[in-house]
């Protein structure tokens, strides 16, 4: 399963949060990004449970404020 957490962040610690997402275990890809939320991270788990414990994570770094998970919805099969 997949998921982006859309982060907000303290603003002299954007850059920090996109540098340190990547380093937690099923965290693929974290980004700086303009707009409504400052991190876009992309996760990979395999259950709800895993993306609890990986939203729990990213929430401990230093200057996560806020997050917004949206998770990524399979294609559909006819």
């Known amino acids: ?6 982060v907000n ?7 920090k949060v996109a540098e340190e997402a990547p380093k937690i275990d099923g965290v693929k890809a974290a980004h700086a990004v303009t707009g409504q939320y400052d991190v876009l991270i ?3 788990f395999e259950n709800m449970e895993a993306l609890g414990e990986l939203i729990r994570k990213i ?5 996560v404020t806020k997050t917004h998970t949206a998770v990524v919805v399979p294609p ?3």
């Open 1 to 6: 399963m997949e998921a982006y957490i859309l």
């Open 9 to 15: 962040a303290e603003l002299e610690m954007v850059w």
């Open 42 to 44: 992309h996760v990979v």
């Open 59 to 63: 929430h401990n770094l230093q200057g």
């Open 76 to 78: 559909r099969l006819y």
